[in-house]
């Protein structure tokens, strides 16, 4: 594989949108823990290899909690479509749809760095779902020694789309955190990072 860095795009939730699977909007919610935003993680990913076409990227899970609705289609093959939609490449993009929750695809991601020996790969995600991340890579000992390495970076989709355009994004993204809905989804990730340090989260 001649790409030696990449992208790599935590999937989560979906919604069917008049009979068409997409990612979610701040203002919508893929479970039942809050809001989610993660049509932002696609478009943050689409503004990073506008400016680097040398990337790939890696487009991240499975049917997970929708795996016994009828034709769903998996989050990577979703957010692979929508990347196409914005203009990337169909042959930079791979699809890892093994994964059905974040522990799952950071240990797809362990795989897949091992196997094509990458030494850049920039971890897509939400600004809120981000310290669970880092909880998570930090109980894997591989993974961690990634991260301290710098192979591996944690980067927010939020911050990269402000910065990429503040006029369009900054206040938008500002009234979502501000929402009810968001201060659920901040909780449930607390809680989770807590379980995680005290050994009573649930991996599976």
Known sequence: MKNKKALFILGGGLIKD???WRTTNFNERGDNFGSLGDRLRVKAASCLYKNDPEYLI????GKGQYKNIPNVLTVAAVIKQELLEL?????V???EEKSNNTWEQLQQLKKII???NFIKI???SSRY???RVRAMIEVDNKLNEMLKKE?????SAEEILIKHNSNKWKDYIDKAYANEDMKKRIAFEEEGIKQIKNGTYNFK
């Open 122 to 124: 920039k971890v897509i």
């Open 114 to 116: 091992q196997k094509e």
């Open 129 to 131: 779902h981000l310290p």
């Open 151 to 155: 192979i591996l970076k944690l980067v």
């Open 87 to 91: 203009g990337v490449l169909k042959d």
């Open 93 to 95: 993009i791979i699809k």
């Open 18 to 20: 008049n009979g068409k």
């Open 58 to 61: 890696i487009t991240s899970g």
